[in-house]
């Protein structure tokens, strides 16, 4: 039996009984997912570094060019009037990688050297006057649709006011800046991928395995979650993670002590249930014998007769009540009006306050005040309440003959609503007590206690439609409040009274 029990509970854990759904590997999963996204992350970086770094480049690469024909230039310069030689003007544009070079020079220019035929300008550049934007946007035109055509280049010759101006071509300067790309890419790719390993390997150890850690532990705890040695266990450090385990730990705690709660209230209800049917039964016997009390003629047997039967009467319903209750329900109130005067004179009654004991029983209601309740219900609440506070008087300042022990009971209607308050002058109830007030077997105020009463309690008093509350006092003791409000009337009703 217990096979099956413990079967239908791990198939009823994971859907259709597959079991747990397996981790990811580590590329798969989390982290390989970070690992690619950083990659992606720093090449798109890379690409918007990638145009000034070009422009740069291309800018560089021009200046060599003007600053290798300025010195050139001012040679050739120096040797006027005389002109060059056409084989030492081809040496010289070779070197140069140029088709003509030209000084401007006090306001004149002069040819210095220059091909045969001079070529067809397509554009041309001012290196002195050139924004970041344009030389951007020159250095993408080159790259992209570059490589064929002729171009004019000036720019100052150091310090000075001489200008050189060159035509060329942009074969030589494209294929660099190609070069230069392709080493940029290798060394972004490269980058990207030491940050994305050096980031996977922060990332991993710092999260990734306390994620994979957490989940892990939730599995094996779904799968017997009443096992303590599958507890997460949390480490003390600082850190979100940390943290959530130490909650996930503190959860599971404090779900194996409920779900050790609840299988001790199975066992609890089974065994009560047994108990409270062979009780009734004893009583019910109890009951035929002491119907024959009331033929008795003595007195004092006819006196307490009543009192008797109506005891005996009530401890029978109680063992109904209870395995109603074993069932997870109450009955449903069956309201009519009741005498609150005759209902508290029952609970004192009840409650046989011994004289000796020195506890007052003080009740302070309204002439006449009725409650539209089921009696036996509100009787089971109202003498719940002053059990405990008389229990609660018993045990606090036995020894202090000064010390004042009162239960007050105190009852009023105000429009539709009847109060009724239960006030002792006890030790108060403890901070566990009142953080779990209406909790079973978690809400008792003295040792040995269940909680169970204040949980019936509550339980009959909502199905009334009314509240019960613990009422914060100046003075020592505690004080509960009860309201219940009359049935609504319909109007069929009304008018039928009336």
């Not at 397996?22 to 992350?41: D, K, N, Q, Y």
């Not at 009583?283 to 014998?289: D, I, K, P, T």
Request: with cysteine; net charge negative; proline share 5%.
């Amino acid at each position: 039996m217990d096979s099956e029990v413990h079967t239908s509970e791990r198939q009823g854990t994971w859907p259709d009984g597959a079991g747990p759904e397996p981790m990811p590997t580590i590329l798969r999963g989390l982290s390989g997912r970070l690992l690619w996204l950083t990659v992606i992350f720093v090449m798109m970086a890379e690409i918007l570094i990638f145009m000034p770094s070009i422009s740069g480049m291309r800018m560089n690469w021009l200046r060599d060019r003007l600053d290798t024909a300025a010195a050139a230039g001012i040679v050739i310069d120096g040797l006027q009037p005389a002109e060059l030689p056409r084989a030492v003007q081809d040496d010289t544009l070779l070197a140069t990688g140029t088709k003509v070079i030209a000084l401007r020079k006090d306001g004149t220019s002069r040819l210095l050297a220059a091909i045969e035929v001079p070529p067809e300008i397509d554009a041309q550049y001012d290196l002195a006057h050139t924004s970041m934007l344009s030389s951007m946007r020159d250095a993408l035109d080159t790259l992209v649709f570059g490589g064929n055509r002729v171009m004019r280049v000036f720019g100052p010759v150091g310090e000075s006011d001489m200008i050189i101006e060159l035509v060329m071509t942009d074969n030589a300067l494209r294929k660099d800046m190609l070069i230069y790309s392709k080493m940029m890419f290798l060394i972004s790719l490269l980058i990207s991928l030491i940050t994305a390993v050096l980031i996977f390997l922060a990332i991993n150890r710092m999260m990734i395995s306390p994620i994979r850690r957490l989940t892990h532990n939730m599995q094996l705890f779904s799968e017997r979650p009443d096992d303590p040695s599958r507890v997460f266990s949390a480490d003390r450090s600082r850190g979100e993670l940390a943290v959530a385990g130490r909650h996930l730990a503190a959860m599971q705690v404090e779900l194996q002590r409920t779900l050790k709660q609840q299988k001790n209230l199975a066992d609890l209800g089974l065994a009560v249930s047994k108990i409270n049917h062979d009780m009734r039964n004893i009583l019910a016997s109890a009951q035929l014998m002491s119907d024959r009390l009331t033929d008795v003629e003595d007195p004092m047997v006819r006196s307490f007769a009543p009192k008797l039967l109506r005891t005996i009467d009530r401890a029978v319903g109680y063992t109904n009540e209870v395995l109603a209750y074993g069932q997870a329900s109450e009955a449903a109130p069956r309201r009519r009006r009741v005498n609150l005067t005759d209902l508290c004179q029952e609970v004192r009654d009840m409650l046989a306050i011994d004289p000796d004991s020195g506890i007052e029983f003080v009740e302070q209601i309204s002439e006449g005040v009725e409650v539209d309740c089921d009696g036996e219900q509100i009787f089971r609440v109202v003498h719940n309440l002053c059990r405990n506070a008389v229990q609660a008087l018993l045990t606090h300042d036995a020894n202090d003959p000064k010390a004042v022990r009162r239960v007050t009971l105190t009852a009023h209607r105000l429009g539709s609503v009847v109060s009724i308050t239960v006030d002792d002058t006890g030790p108060g109830m403890p901070r566990k007590a009142r953080e779990n007030l209406f909790s079973a077997f978690r809400g008792s105020a003295r040792s040995g206690g269940t909680g169970l009463g204040l949980v019936i309690a509550r339980e009959l008093v909502l199905a009334h439609g009314g509240t019960i509350a613990l009422v914060e006092k100046p003075g020592p003791g505690t004080q509960f409040r009860i309201e219940i409000p009359d049935r609504p009337v319909s109007l069929e009703d009304y008018r039928a009274r009336a």
